[in-house]
């Protein structure tokens, strides 16, 4: 059988933590935890973010021998992981 905090449990953790941090430096943590999830999800998306990251892509997968005409960077980027793949 599991514990899973009550309505009563979570305030009072919540006021030891306001305690403990402070509510302007509770607010910076959780700030900081928000951005930090952004940013994990932004990465993960494996979709550049910027042209230059697009041309960065572009140009390496010409250097790798990968034609990139007409295609999506989608495209070029899973073209570029199986040959690196093919390559281990």
């Keep these: ?5 009550g309505p009563l449990e979570l305030l009072v953790i919540l006021a030891i933590v306001i305690l403990i941090f402070g509510g ?11 951005e930090a999830v952004k940013e994990f999800k932004e990465a993960s998306s494996g979709q550049p973010k910027t042209k230059d990251e697009e041309e960065a892509i572009i140009e390496a997968a010409k250097k790798m021998g ?4 007409g295609k999506s960077v989608q495209q ?6 199986k040959k690196v793949s093919e390559k281990k």
């Design 1 to 5: 059988m599991s514990w899973s905090p």
């Design 66 to 69: 990968i034609e990139t005409q």
């Design 24 to 34: 302007k430096r509770l607010k910076d943590v959780a700030r900081g935890a928000g």
């Design 76 to 81: 070029i980027l899973d073209e570029m992981n």
